[in-house]
């Protein structure tokens, strides 16, 4: 994958293939480099220029070519000639930033030396300028330090899109949280709709939580928690189960292509799970120890959203808690045509 120095290689249709390299002053990636020039003997001369460079050149002679070739090629920088009929550098570069969402680096080709040219054209959103005529070390520069600004944007942009992943993560127990739980809901239940599969929801509340991080203080809580949601993980099998904390001490398992009786199993299998934890609760007075009520809920009671679907799972917590705690409770929809939801009720002390 990686290449000697760039300057040792000469054949560049080799290197098209390539990307990355290795120079003097470390790796950077190979880019696509367009030109729009409406002279052919500029496009050629830039375009070996790019190409001696170990970069892969694209050519365009005005503003409807390089248009059609942004939309087709991955361009990493545009090398932009400002003296063209029909559309001139500045107007085409206008275009591009408004059509193009991410932003390429433009750099101009002009012949003239006015500051008032050179400012038009930074203002119509190009980066840089270079004059004609092109001096070759002068254009080779340029475009090593727009490597670099590339690299450094890619490098960004990956670092933004992990940190947006791990904005869905609970920090202390390191499962989803609940806006990671939201968005996979939103895509699950989207594609429920289109597939037809039933979903699931299991909804868990641990029992007595309150008492527990009164006596044992709020760090044995914070273990507890995350001892908690280790153990029911174990419970979920299939790569497409997600288990989320909701919020405090509310975890919620999303279960997708699965039915009901499905979701009972594992609600089932949860109880047991806790059971043989033993996570100590001596001031619980369900059980010595850790357990937790679960209401369970699916597609099939034809909930008319997502929304709807965490509510009828949160109306079915409510009724084990009510019958007892330390079990599940399947949603039914007699509760809330007869208006004794959760939302009807204080909730439980
Ligand atoms: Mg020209």
Known sequence: MYQGACTDVSNTKLLKKQTYFITSDGYFSTMNILVIDDSKLMRKMVSAIIADGGHTPF?????????????????????MDVEMPKMNGFELTRLIRKQKQSWIP???????????????GIESGGDDYIMKPINSVVLD???KAMARIVNMKKELDAANRSLLQLSNIDALTGIMNRRGFNESL???WKNHTREKKEISIVFL????????NDNYGHQRGDECLKQFSTVINSQLKRPLDTLARYGGEEFVILLPNTALDGAALIGLKIIDALANA????????VAPYLTASMGITSSRFSAKNETVLVQQADQAVYKAKKQGRNRYSVYEPKLQEEGI????????S
Do not use: V, W, Y
């Not at 033993?278 to 007075?285: D, E, G, N, R, V």
């Open 341 to 348: 939801g959760r939302l009807m009720n204080q909730s439980p």
């Open 205 to 212: 509340d641990i029992d007595n939580f309150k008492a527990f």
């Open 278 to 285: 033993k996570i100590p609760h001596q001031f619980s007075p």
């Open 106 to 120: 433009i750099i101009f080709l002009t012949a003239s030396t006015e500051d008032a040219h050179l400012t038009r």
């Open 186 to 188: 939103k895509r699950d």
């Open 141 to 143: 520069a340029k475009i």
């Open 59 to 79: 050519t365009a002679s005005g503003a409807e070519r390089g248009l059609q070739i942004l939309e087709k090629a991955a361009i990493d920088l545009i090398f």
